[in-house]
């Protein structure tokens, strides 16, 4: 890829994604409030953006000041669904706090894609540990704002409400129904009660890291009761490396996997660069590679199936 060109997003059918998103400023905008109406403003927000893109979600988790999230994009809309969940859960955040400026920090979505079932596997049972391993919580099952456990899914429908603040007419539906469920590529290879059983082995690897860090570092956990008390306007403070790497893919040392994938991007960027240099020049019969998104959806290029 040149220097100084943006990475593009390669979107096809079927990719497993680990994904997180950020506040701005890494205000606490998402502080999980007594009543449960930041919960309920979350699950309304995401089952909305699910049922609209179709995507399926495997696991989900609101942090104070950011989410994560694992999910399969079925259709090959992974873009469409950030935008409208990041869009609505902003907006009806901004309702419920009065907050006068933009929510999420203006970086990209951070999205990876899981090529193997470890990974897979591993980036479910990090995202759930998550309040866990930030020292908020001894146990992941404490913390109290909108989580999913390795034992929801494929098991678990979430039924949410439509929240009192943003959402007006008829267009939202009072409840959305939200089904947590277990990733295709898991199921090709074990039984749903298999990959529920190894993510929560890793659910507790990561809780027993987290107690080993406090221990290190001289630290308690927060408290669910403290967590609940944070106010918006505070900043986490943690040190945050500048410039820190954002990977593309995750194959849990699978190393022919990730030779593969790692062949299979370079190709994309190789001929998108091909079909760029083309399009650029005047050429509007190039065909962009499978995976394209930007060019596809903004400028009507043209583009090969995905395989």
Request: glycine share 6%.
């Amino acid at each position: 890829m040149p220097h100084g060109v943006s990475r593009r997003r390669y979107v096809v059918p079927g990719l497993v994604l680990a994904v997180s998103r950020r506040t701005t400023r890494r205000h606490h905008l998402f502080v999980p409030n007594m009543g449960g109406e930041t919960a309920q403003i979350f699950w309304y927000c995401l089952a909305w953006a699910a049922r609209k893109t179709g995507v399926d979600v495997h696991a989900a988790v609101l942090m104070s000041n950011h989410v994560h999230l694992v999910i399969t994009d079925v259709r090959g809309v992974a873009p469409d669904f950030y935008h409208e969940l990041h869009r609505l859960l902003a907006m009806c955040t901004k309702a419920k706090l009065g907050w006068p400026e933009e929510v999420f920090n203006k970086s990209k979505t951070g999205a990876h894609e899981l090529v193997t079932c470890d990974a897979v596997i591993d980036s479910c049972g990090y995202a759930i540990a998550n309040p866990s391993t930030a020292l908020l919580v001894r146990r992941a099952s404490e913390w109290p704002g909108a989580r999913t456990a390795a034992s929801d899914m494929g098991t678990r429908l979430i039924v949410a409400k439509r929240p009192t603040r943003y959402f007006r007419g008829e267009q939202w539906p009072e409840f959305l129904e939200l089904r947590i469920t277990v990733p295709q590529m898991l199921l090709e290879e074990m039984s749903p009660e298999e990959a529920r059983r190894r993510v929560q082995e890793r659910v507790r690897y990561y809780e027993k890291e987290a107690l080993a860090d406090a221990k290190a570092k001289g630290r308690r956990f927060l408290g669910a009761r403290r967590a609940q008390r944070v106010s918006c306007t505070h900043r986490a403070s943690s040190y945050e490396e500048f410039g820190s790497r954002d990977p593309r893919f995750a194959a849990r040392g699978d190393r022919a996997a990730a030779k593969a994938t790692i062949a299979r991007l370079r190709q994309f960027d190789a001929d998108y660069d091909q079909a760029l240099a083309g399009w650029c020049s005047g050429d509007r019969t190039v065909v962009f590679p499978a995976g394209t998104w930007w060019m596809r959806v903004h400028h009507g290029a043209r583009v090969r199936p995905p395989p």
